[in-house]
């Protein structure tokens, strides 16, 4: 139709509506059209120059990756101004002759030079500049290049970018072909950041790129996004897909996740999130998003929906469906709430049960023994995406058994034959690993206990199987036993009953061998996979079958000999060098492998992680069942002397003795690292273990209560029934709780007590107790503390596998104050803490500092004073008590002995910490409290008294003498009657002018007198007597002076100016 119009109209008219055209338009639009149509008709311009430049870089694309330099920095870029240069090309280097091609070919009367550039030699390489990074460039199969490197130039690694002599490709430039319009291009970046993904999860970049994480790094020059865009382009879905997987996926993360199916928490997985949440999300682009939080970029890109089209839709090969697969895997477990919505997604997980999970299959495609088309056959990662949905919480495991086939499918692949499966060889037993895992995390909900008893035979046959298996056998045969073994631990109580009449003799067949396999082994190094199995074995056993196990029965003769064997001491030598609990702090970018914290989350892997040793988890089984046989058979010898043997074993009480060792414990610390998890399962049930002995030498008990002192502050979150088992069952136990430590001399009443005895407000001497907390009072404490923590930790069912990750344990390093929490809010509500639990607490806190002041010495010294000065909060009825004050008073001695009581500015500098005022805000509250119902109360004095030491902030003073003068008369302590000697308060000499005054002027007015205020008449005679004879010619030390001298209490006035000369200055 227009093109009609135009024929119609003359040149006039055709003018004519040319000018109205341009008149409406924007005169610089005009201008820009006209400029990019001269410039298209220039000689020399070619289509190809306009693609060349559309894919060019742009200047957003961030700094290429760079080597690690002294002086580098990988978010630094030098940037060249592009300058026209004319190129001079040797016609003797090329294959065409640009003077001779318009005579040979048609058309080529114009020959773009820049085109044949890199069809000539190479330029020379440049001299490395000091001020300008060199580049990180990676070559096709993803490993850096070195820049010294020599590699030929048929390799294709040259002629590119700003430094064509340079060989291999930055990341700005992959990110580049990324954007390209050519596919060929756009596959070869995916194929590269495949490989060089892979290889940076594997820590093969460690300590080689400068500064950052190459995950990171890519994040920030907008890959997430790219990723998704290719997506939706299907030349190059496959390849995205594959590419998306090696971004989310770390391989050793996953490795060590599946490998933790070995010890018998281990299906307990952290959430894979960031340890910091992400808030406000709106406000963030895609792109600040992924850098933050990479599965909460993915969700809000619609990924999810992409990515069920593709499933169903687009059919894409196996890798690429492999790939899709487990990318939903990670991203359900990442939280709850993702896990939710990809079971909630219309339509997905009816495609995943429907042609990835079915029951019967027919010969799938296979191309180089790997499945070319998954269509129809059972994929082992789509098993691991339904436990990691099943793991993210109960209800979604209800829904998928109730919603979908999954035990029907679970029932087709715990009994696969592999010889008739018709899958491939890696596939067929992945499949059935993987089901055996997903099992044990239903079992875990207490759900499918069913299906044991439906496949009896099945597991039966197994377990038979799994007998013949020697410990140095393969990996696969040793870990699929070692995890139907766990399984069966896991069985339902009733479920577990009938399973262990059919499968009992069998299993202790296993045991049996395998113990007598271990105990005879003349290796040096064994297998860990054959050590866990062993671990597996003794540990179902103890939950099947340890009631019923006599110990004559071969089974237990062959336990109790490894016990005894050479092999089993020379592997407990192992603890210490594998321990994670007693190895040093070090820093974060040591050895660790993945660490970008928006993809890995809390969960790090370092080189430790990798390979966790099976030794921890065999101590923790035989513990396990010693613990249970020593208790259903108390009069039996052999249990008895196996439990010994266990228990005095060299090597685990070396270790021991490192754990609870001065410097050597960052339990506390480490405990937070999940795959420390092993290591936590077996000093609990070696605690355990010990609490059913009774320990000759004193010694014995004490290391043993020092370690479940350990293991009470090191609980990570996720299991508070431990804390609960250890306060119920050792913490608090006589035996363990009052040894002493023979290797030091006994602390005597004399030691702890230096200060004069003090006079109770009803006219009382206080006393300190000889003994704090007796047997009787330690079941009464006891009761004290597990309540506290019922409070904190109300018992539930468990409602999900994944745990959330946590920055503190379980319980805080200052957990020994729990019952005083309640008096530490911003409101103290009367009767919060009741007078037993005060007493209790202090009896316990009295005991730690007198025998175990090693739990407490991590705790910083304001803690102390404020969990402890508390107690004055809880009112005149608690802190007045004769035995609460003689408490106050020892705790107040030990802290001063053991120096965990403030005595500087520097103790006073606490920023904050869980559950505690600032102390700018709780010492006002305090001190009107003394000023309102103390009653002069001396004890309480003493304690008021901490904060305002020489070297502690003069806010302090101000806030006493200044702000709440009426307390003054109320503190009428003797310099010997106070914790903290006299000295600490006079010196260094006071120089704040506004508590110089106030002491001046209560002095002058009567307020503070030797005889009715000797401590603080001491402290401020001494300050204001020092401040005017060494800045006498200051302003305000003419100011005090001169109000001395002019003063009408004379005698006041002449105390203060005779100071120090007539006797000597206390100390």
């Not at 059919?315 to 690429?320: E, L, Q, R």
């Not at 866990?532 to 340890?546: E, G, N, Q």
């Not at 402890?868 to 809880?874: C, E, G, P, R, W």
């Amino acid at each position: 139709e227009n093109l009609e119009r135009l024929q119609n109209m003359s040149h006039a008219e055709k003018v004519q509506a040319r000018d109205q055209l341009l008149a409406r338009l924007d005169p610089t639009v005009v201008s820009f059209l006209r400029s990019r149509r001269d410039a298209a008709t220039k000689p020399g311009c070619s289509l190809e120059d306009g693609a060349r430049t559309k894919v060019g870089p742009r200047p957003e694309d961030a700094a290429p990756v760079s080597p690690k330099k002294p002086h580098d920095s990988l978010g630094s870029t030098s940037e060249e101004k592009p300058t026209e240069k004319r190129l001079s090309l040797d016609e003797s280097e090329l294959p065409i002759r640009p003077s001779e091609a318009a005579q040979r070919w048609l058309h080529m009367d114009q020959v773009e030079e820049e085109k044949l550039e890199w069809m000539t030699m190479l330029p020379p390489a440049k001299e490395p500049d000091s001020k300008d990074p060199v580049v990180g460039r990676f070559d096709f199969e993803g490993n850096l290049v070195s820049p010294s490197a020599e590699i030929p130039t048929h390799h294709g690694l040259y002629h590119h970018g700003d430094s064509p002599q340079a060989a291999g490709y930055s990341t700005a430039e992959i990110l580049q072909f990324l954007r390209s319009s050519v596919r060929s291009q756009r596959l070869l970046a995916l194929q590269l950041l495949e490989r060089m993904l892979t290889k940076h999860w594997e820590g093969r970049y460690a300590g080689l790129l400068a500064e950052t994480d190459l995950a990171d790094h890519l994040l920030g020059s907008g890959l997430a996004p790219l990723l998704r865009s290719a997506l939706d382009d299907r030349s190059t879905l496959d390849a995205a897909l594959v590419a998306l997987r090696a971004l989310v996926v770390s391989r050793p993360q996953e490795e060590v996740l599946k490998r933790a199916f070995l010890w018998c928490l281990g299906h307990r997985s952290p959430f894979l999130q960031p340890v910091k949440r992400v808030e406000g999300t709106n406000e963030l682009t895609d792109l600040e998003l992924s850098q933050a939080d990479i599965v909460k970029a993915l969700l809000r890109m619609d990924l999810l929906t992409r990515l069920s089209y593709v499933l169903r839709k687009c059919c894409p090969g196996a890798n690429a469906v492999a790939s899709t697969l487990l990318i939903l895997a990670r991203m359900a477990r990442h939280s709850l709430q993702s896990a939710t919505k990809i079971l909630d997604h219309p339509g997905l997980m009816e495609l995943v049960f429907e042609q990835f999970l079915p029951q019967h299959w027919g010969s799938p495609a296979v191309v180089s023994g790997k499945m070319a088309q998954a269509y129809g056959s059972p994929m082992w990662s789509a098993l691991e995406l339904v436990r990691s949905l099943a793991a993210a919480g109960r209800s979604l495991a209800d829904t998928l058994l109730q919603r979908y086939p999954l035990e029907e499918s679970l029932s087709a692949y715990l009994a696969l034959d592999p010889s008739a499966s018709r899958l491939p060889g890696s596939d067929c037993l992945c499949l059935a690993l993987e089901a055996v895992r997903t099992w044990r995390v239903l079992l875990a909900y207490e759900l499918a206990g069913g299906l044991c008893l439906a496949l009896f035979p099945v597991v039966a046959r197994r377990l038979q199987l799994c007998s013949c298996f020697e410990l140095d056998g393969e990996a696969f045969d040793l870990e699929y036993g070692a995890c139907l073994l766990h399984c069966l631990a896991t069985l339902p109580a009733e479920v577990a009953r009938e399973a262990a009449h059919g499968l009992g003799s069998i299993l202790e067949s296993c045991c049996g061998r395998w113990a007598d396999w271990l105990a005879r082994s003349d290796r040096a190094e064994a297998s860990g996979e054959g050590i866990s199995l062993v671990a597996a074995a003794v540990h179902c056993l103890a939950a099947l079958r340890a009631p019923e196990l006599r110990s004559s029965s071969p089974c237990a003769t062959a336990l109790v000999s490894l016990l005894q064997s050479h092999r089993f001491a020379t592997l407990s030598t192992a603890l210490m060098n594998c321990s994670l609990l007693t190895r040093a702090t070090e820093p974060k970018e040591r050895n660790l492998i993945g660490r970008a914290p928006c993809v890995a989350g809390g969960f790090e892997l370092d080189n430790h992680c990798v390979s966790p040793p099976g030794i921890s988890l065999l101590v923790a089984s035989l513990a396990r069942l010693l613990h249970i046989a020593t208790t259903t058979s108390p009069d039996d010898p052999v249990w008895h002397q196996a439990r010994d043997t266990l228990l005095c074993n060299a090597g685990i009480l070396s270790y021991l003795r490192r754990l609870v060792g001065p410097g050597g414990c960052q339990a506390h610390v480490h405990c937070l690292h999940w795959c420390s998890g092993a290591e936590l399962d077996m000093l609990h049930e070696l605690v355990l273990l010990a609490t059913s002995t009774s320990f000759q030498n004193r010694d014995d008990a004490l290391l043993w209560h020092q370690v479940s002192l350990t293991l009470v502050g090191s609980c990570a979150p996720g299991f508070e029934d431990r804390v609960f088992s250890l306060l119920l069952s050792v913490v608090f136990r006589p035996e363990f709780a009052r040894a002493e430590d023979t290797s030091k001399p006994r602390e005597s009443a004399s030691d702890i007590d230096a200060c004069e005895t003090l006079t109770s407000v009803t006219g009382s001497p206080v006393s300190m107790p000889a003994d704090p907390c007796d047997d009787q009072q330690l079941a009464a404490v006891r009761n004290i503390y597990l309540d506290a923590v019922r409070q904190r930790f109300p018992k539930r069912e468990l409602q999900a596998l994944s745990l959330n990750w946590a920055e503190h344990p379980v319980l805080p390093l200052d957990w020994p104050y729990l019952p005083l929490e309640a008096l530490c809010g911003e409101d103290v509500i009367p009767g919060a803490c009741s007078l037993h639990a005060v007493l209790g607490c202090l009896r316990w806190v009295a005991l730690l500092l007198r025998q175990r002041p090693q739990v407490l010495a991590a705790v910083p010294p304001l803690v102390h004073y404020c969990r402890l000065a508390s107690v004055f909060l809880a009112g005149p009825d608690v802190f007045l008590d004769a035995e609460v004050q003689g408490l106050l008073l020892l705790v107040l001695c030990l802290l001063r002995r053991r120096k965990f009581l403030c005595a500087t500015q520097k103790d006073l500098d606490l920023r904050s910490w869980p559950g505690l005022l600032p102390f700018s805000d709780f010492f006002p509250r305090l001190l009107e409290q003394f000023a309102g119902e103390s009653y002069g109360d001396a004890v309480f004095a003493c304690w008021l008294l901490v904060p305002l030491q020489a070297e502690c902030d003069p806010h302090f003073r101000r806030l006493l003498f200044a702000e709440h003068p009426e307390a003054l008369p109320l503190i009428r302590l003797l310099p010997s009657q106070s914790v903290v000697p006299l000295g600490r308060f006079l010196e260094p000499a006071e120089e704040d002018p506004v508590v110089l005054e106030a002491y001046a002027g209560h002095l002058l007015s009567g307020k503070l007198t030797p005889d009715k205020t000797p401590m603080l008449f001491e402290m401020a005679t001494h300050g204001v007597a020092s401040f005017v004879r060494s800045k006498a010619d200051s302003p305000l030390g003419i100011r005090l002076l001169s109000l001395l001298q002019h003063s009408k209490h004379h005698e006041a006035a002449q105390k203060v100016l005779n100071w120090g000369r007539s006797t000597e200055r206390p100390s």
